[in-house]
Structure formats: C-alpha cells, structure tokens
C-alpha cells in the first residue's frame, strides 16, 4: 500500500484515521472496528463491503 494513498484515505463512516494490515490486506477503523479489504491493490471503502472486526480482535 503506498504511504501517500494510506495518508489521504478516511473511514467513510466517521471519517478517521485507518491502519493498514498488511498480513490481512485490509485497512482498519479502529474507532469503527471496521475491516475494508484491499483488493488488487485498491482499497474498497464501501460499508457493504467492510467485515465488522470481532470483540477478541486485536487492533493495532
């Protein structure tokens, strides 16, 4: 993921920092406990798309 691109994005829902995970290849709200995937190399910012993050989750 490149740095630049990981700077400008935003969670679409509140609007927050996110935290990429590479092993996962998702980037992370923590505020949220959202996962958006990363497809190809392109973020999918849609809610419908985000996988909700378990309670035992850890998030970084």
Do not use: H, Q, S, T
């Not at 980037?27 to 035992?56: G, H, Q």
């Amino acid at each position: 993921m490149d740095n630049k691109l990981l700077d400008i994005l935003a969670c679409p829902v509140c609007k927050g920092a996110l935290v990429y995970k590479k092993n996962a290849n998702e980037l992370i709200c923590k505020l949220d406990r959202l996962a958006f995937p990363v497809k190809d190399d392109i973020p999918v910012m849609l809610v419908d798309e985000a996988r909700k993050l378990d309670a035992d989750e850890e998030v970084e």
